[in-house]
């Protein structure tokens, strides 16, 4: 009984002394840090919010404004379920459906048709909401999987699961006295094709 006690305490102190920075299982290995932000997420510009399928309903209160000239992008931000992906987009990002307003139902609709672009799945990509000068409305980030299987692991509350080969509905909903922010990095503007 000594000695396991005293094992006890010995494998306690190295356990103690040990780098904590040091990875002890691929749980433990960086997680990914995707993104969604608008008026209700993270910080965003105040009267922009994406609407469903992307989030879940917001609470709004402004007017709706259906006068706004917006561009949608998707591009890469790298990364997988195991590593993290880049803060920003990484290359040039493809084009949207040109966006229409749906005035009954107060938001901006456009369409992310994922089988005519050649992203591959296993990776994370950001839809970004611009204006036409490429001030930044508001990103959501999504993961694009293979197989439903990976979803299990996705927190659906940071970002939206997509499966490959799906057409993705992006609705958005722009309030009067609204200002995108100008200079944006998150969606690395200086990367989006004009």
């Not at 040039?92 to 139902?105: A, E, H, L, M, Y």
């Not at 672009?117 to 970004?128: E, K, V």
């Given at each position: 009984m000594r000695r396991l006690r005293m094992l006890s305490v010995l494998l306690l102190a190295a356990a103690c002394t040990a780098d904590d920075s040091a990875p002890t299982s691929p749980a433990s290995l960086q997680e990914p840090n995707p993104e969604i932000q608008d008026a209700a997420h993270n910080g965003g510009v105040a009267g922009f919010y994406f609407l469903p399928p992307l989030v879940e309903q917001p609470r709004t209160s402004g007017t709706f404004d259906a006068t706004r000239s917006t561009v949608v992008y998707v591009c890469s931000l790298g990364g997988s379920l195991s590593s993290p992906p880049a803060a920003a987009c990484t290359a040039?990002?493809?084009?949207?459906?040109?966006?229409?307003?749906?005035?009954?139902?107060q938001h901006y609709h456009s369409n992310w048709q994922i089988d005519r672009?050649?992203?591959?799945?296993?990776?994370?990509?950001?839809?970004?909401v611009l204006d036409q000068s490429l001030a930044e409305w508001g990103h959501a980030d999504v993961y694009l999987g293979g197989t439903g299987a990976e979803f299990k692991h996705i927190d659906r509350s940071e970002f939206v699961p997509l499966l490959d080969g799906r057409t993705l509905p992006i609705k958005y909903r722009i309030e009067t006295g609204a200002t995108p922010r100008a200079g944006s990095t998150a969606c690395g503007s200086e990367s989006v094709p004009l």
């Open positions: 040039p990002g493809v084009r949207t459906s040109d966006p229409v307003v749906d005035v009954n139902g672009t050649t992203f591959p799945p296993g990776s994370y990509y950001r839809i970004c």
